[in-house]
């Protein structure tokens, strides 16, 4: 029978410290969802569809993750007998769901939730053999405390009528919205049917089948596909007043009402995005590329979603200064989305080069192509100071493993390493690796052409990127120069770059002066001229370097600000960074 177990916890995955689930011996090729939001309740009721493959013969076990969910049924679908129509349905009571206080006592943080290990009858366990597969279904309902989703009174909302979710799973709360293998070293497909009450409007990480919208004088029913494998964490939901313009010939602006002028203008430039992308990189995979303009609590920069980057409403600079987001989300539908880190351990690989790819967009955004190599510099320069930044902050907590690109996260929570430096080192190290080995900007994308060509939908190590890269190069570089990579002591080590490099910009030497002058004398003489027509990323730029100079630095920077907000009704600049995710 089914019970929350006493004293059983499974071993986290050996593909992935931070899952439990067991993809070494099956593994889900597609998810249906099934769900209804019940915005009184703050719950998702429903059941999902797990389609899942025998990676061995006679697996006993099929073990899930989830986290905070009410599990109330567990089915093996099985096909039709001869003859008839209808789905065989044999309900399973053999399973276990480990308890909280176990996966405490077992020395996992919470994030990584409840398991779920259901144990498959003889019968079925007995054909299930290599290559072969079964359908689970999971009857559930999502709680208030989900991590995953955000639920927002009507108040909070800028049309204040209607109320509002969204979802956010990476890293490891996909767990809290589905049973899943909530890894990134799986990668599956999916489709949903998700009914919600007129007006609202679902939207999802997918295609919507639009002959398919059934609307009821209180319900409308959407459905969704995304034919590409994806990883768990990047299942995606919002659901509310929501209404849409195109931008673009494969690219929709989706926000309440309120917003959708502003949010039209601010990216109309997507599609230069991505053709720019497309010049020197596999054509785009995904179909659509929509974005969701959403509510301010939504807590990051913007979230790569595959088919509808979700963004926060602080990118609306009115100047499209900021607008540079989108390209990172872009980049992320190669790498990240088509090319995965297999555990987050490895997260470089898609921030990494995500942070290289978005540079190389707007270099070749600008038809001066010098002028665009320039801004990209500029782009490199903003990241180096919030990589430094990082780093100053892992020394004052006494958590520098969290500096070295490739991570130890056996029993830790994934987001406790989020930062720049996955970004940043990253990013730096390709530059390194274009610049002082391969000598040639465009004979490295042309490796990152063939590196998103081989490994596109898979999930991959840094072992792989490496062995791709020498493989790759070895009839191109002389073998001298591949040997003197410092593999090891780039990936491993911790605090700054092993090399630094080299990106003076014409665009920050206007911004260094005035960070100078305001350091040196009084910020609290600065006025509104010295920052006339000055970019949001400019001025983000020299505030930075205002309080990196300054002796103060949390005096300084707040000097900076008030001398930015005195003179101004200054609303979109943050302090933060925005120049990629904002993780």
């Not at 990189?281 to 939504?298: K, V």
Request: net charge negative.
């Amino acid at each position: 029978m089914s019970s929350v177990s006493t004293g059983y916890v499974p071993q986290t995955s050996p593909n992935d410290p931070n899952s439990f689930a067991n993809n070494h011996e099956v593994k889900a090729t597609n998810y249906h969802l099934d769900l209804s939001p019940n915005f009184s309740k703050k719950s998702l009721n429903g059941f999902v569809d797990v389609l899942l493959e025998a990676v061995v013969d006679n697996p006993g076990v099929i073990i899930l993750d989830a986290r905070t969910l009410i599990i109330s049924q567990v089915k093996v679908l099985l096909d039709p007998l001869p003859n008839h129509k209808d789905v065989r349905e044999i309900e399973l009571f053999d399973y276990l769901i480990s308890g909280e206080v176990d996966i405490a006592e077992a020395g996992y943080p919470s994030v990584y939730g409840q398991p779920i290990t259901v144990r498959l009858p003889q019968g079925i366990r007995q054909d299930f053999k290599k290559g072969s597969t079964i359908t689970l279904r999971l009857v559930y309902e999502t709680t208030p405390v989900s991590d995953a989703i955000q639920w927002l009174e009507k108040e909070q909302t800028l049309g204040k009528q209607h109320p509002y979710l969204f979802t956010q799973c990476q890293s490891v709360h996909a767990r809290s919205l589905v049973p899943c293998q909530d890894t990134p070293s799986s990668k599956s497909t999916y489709s949903a049917t998700i009914r919600v009450e007129n007006p609202l409007v679902a939207v999802m990480s997918a295609v919507i089948n639009k002959d398919k919208v059934h609307i009821n004088e209180k319900f409308s029913v959407f459905h969704f596909e995304q034919k590409v494998p994806i990883p768990s964490y990047l299942i995606a939901l919002a659901v509310g007043a929501l209404k849409s313009r195109e931008i673009g010939p494969r690219s929709r602006i989706w926000s309440e009402e309120e917003l959708l002028d502003a949010g039209a203008y601010e990216f109309s430039e997507t599609e230069d995005f991505i053709r720019a992308a497309e010049e020197f990189l596999p054509a785009y995979s995904w179909g659509i590329y929509d974005l969701l303009l959403l509510p301010p609590s939504f807590p990051y920069g913007g979230m790569e979603n595959p088919c509808l980057t979700f963004v926060t409403p602080t990118l609306l600079a009115g100047d499209r200064s900021l607008a540079n987001v989108v390209a990172h989300e872009i980049s992320h539908s190669w790498s990240g989305n088509l090319v995965t880190n297999k555990n987050w351990e490895h997260f470089w690989l898609n921030e990494g080069f995500t942070v290289y790819l978005e540079r190389r967009i707007l270099a070749h955004m600008d038809e001066n192509r010098e002028q665009g190599e320039e801004f990209a510099k500029f782009h490199a320069m903003m990241g180096y100071q919030h990589l430094t930044d990082s780093v100053d902050r892992y020394r004052e907590t006494n958590q520098m493993p969290f500096t070295k690109m490739v991570q130890h996260l056996d029993k830790v929570d994934p987001d406790d390493a989020f930062s720049s430096v996955p970004y940043e080192k990253g990013f730096n190290f390709l530059y390194y690796l274009e610049k002082q080995i391969v000598g040639d900007v465009v004979a490295f994308e042309k490796f990152l052409h063939a590196y998103f060509t081989e490994f596109a939908n898979q999930s991959i190590e840094t072992d792989q990127m490496k062995a791709f890269f020498i493989q790759y190069f070895e009839d191109k570089v002389p073998r001298s120069k591949l040997d003197a990579i410092e593999w090891d002591a780039w990936l491993h080590s911790e605090g700054d770059v092993l090399h630094k490099n080299r990106f003076e910009s014409k665009l920050a030497e206007s911004a260094i002066k005035l960070a100078d002058d305001w350091v040196d004398h009084n910020v609290q003489d600065a006025s509104k001229q010295d920052l006339k027509d000055w970019t949001s990323l400019q001025l983000t730029f020299v505030f930075g370097t205002a309080s990196s100079k300054g002796s103060r630095t949390r005096d300084c920077r707040a000097m900076c600000w008030i001398a930015w907000i005195k003179p101004t009704n200054f609303r979109n600049t943050r302090m933060q960074r925005l120049d990629s995710d904002g993780k």
